[in-house]
T-cell receptor, first 112, second 111 residues
Framework: DTEVTQTPKHLVMGMTNKKSLKCEQH?????MYWYKQKAKKPPELMFV???????INESVPSRFSPECPNSSLLNLHLHALQPEDSALYLC???????????FGSGTQLSVL | QKEVEQNSGPLSVPEGAIASLNCTYS??????FFWYRQYSGKSPELIMF????GDKEDGRFTAQLNKASQYVSLLIRDSQPSDSATYLC???????????FGSGTKLNVKP
C-alpha cells in the first residue's frame, strides 16, 4: 500500500477565510512534506516534518501554518491567503532512509 | 543556479518508438534519483528510482545513471499515447529530507 490520502480534493476560499488541508498516510513513513505546484511548474517544497518535528521551512509566509498531530497525519492551516496562492497543494511522505517520495492526489486550491 | 535541469520539450515521438528523457544535476552529493510521471491536473506518480551507476529496467522503462557526468536518463520503449505526460526528474541529497525537482519534460506520443 503506497497511498497518501488528501482532503479535500478541491477548495475555493475567500481571502478572509480560514481553512485546513489534511493528509494521512499509513505506510509508517516518518517524513511528511507539503509542496505547492503552480501550472506547468515543478513542485515547490514548503515544509518537511521528520519524526513529527518541523525540520524544513522554506521561508513560507506565515499565512500557511503546518501541523503534524502524529506520525500519520499532516495538516496545513490556511488563513488570509492571496489570489496568487491558488495552486495544487501536494502532500507527500517518505521512509527516512529508503527515500522514495510518494505523493497524495493533491488539493486544488482557488483563492478568490 | 538550478539544482536539476531538464529540457522542457515538448518531446514528440510516434507510437511504438523509444522516448529518451534526460536530466542533469549539480550536487555531487546526490545519491538517490527518481523519475515521476505527471498527467495534467494530477499529482506526480513515481515510476522509476535508481541509486547506483548503470541501468535499471522495469517493464518498458529503463533508468540510466552516470554519476561522473552527473546525468540521469529515462528511456521508454514501445511508447504509447497513454505515456503522454510531463516527466519530472528528482534528486535527493542524502542526509537531508529534501528532494530537488527539475522543471519537467513534456512528452507527446502520437498515434
Amino acid at each position: 500500500d503506497t497511498e497518501v490520502t488528501q482532503t479535500p480534493k478541491h477548495l475555493v476560499m475567500g481571502m478572509t477565510n480560514k481553512k485546513s488541508l489534511k493528509c494521512e498516510q499509513h505506510m509508517g513513513h516518518r517524513a511528511m512534506y507539503w509542496y505547492k505546484q503552480k501550472a506547468k511548474k515543478p513542485p515547490e517544497l514548503m515544509f518537511v516534518y521528520s519524526y513529527e518535528k518541523l525540520s524544513i521551512n522554506e521561508s513560507v509566509p506565515s499565512r500557511f501554518s503546518p501541523e503534524c498531530p502524529n506520525s500519520s497525519l499532516l495538516n496545513l492551516h490556511l488563513h488570509a491567503l492571496q489570489p496568487e496562492d491558488s495552486a495544487l497543494y501536494l502532500c507527500a511522505s517518505s521512509q527516512d532512509r529508503q527515500a522514495k517520495l510518494f505523493f497524495g492526489s493533491g488539493t486544488q486550491l482557488s483563492v478568490l | 543556479q538550478k539544482e536539476v535541469e531538464q529540457n522542457s520539450g515538448p518531446l514528440s515521438v510516434p507510437e511504438g518508438a523509444i522516448a529518451s528523457l534526460n536530466c542533469t544535476y549539480s550536487d555531487r552529493g546526490s545519491q538517490s534519483f527518481f523519475w515521476y510521471r505527471q498527467y495534467s491536473g494530477k499529482s506526480p506518480e513515481l515510476i522509476m528510482f535508481i541509486y547506483s551507476n548503470g541501468d535499471k529496467e522495469d517493464g518498458r522503462f529503463t533508468a540510466q545513471l552516470n554519476k561522473a557526468s552527473q546525468y540521469v536518463s529515462l528511456l521508454i520503449r514501445d511508447s504509447q499515447p497513454s505515456d503522454s505526460a510531463t516527466y519530472l526528474c528528482a534528486v535527493k541529497v542524502d542526509n537531508f529530507n529534501k528532494f530537488y525537482f527539475g522543471s519537467g519534460t513534456k512528452l507527446n506520443v502520437k498515434p
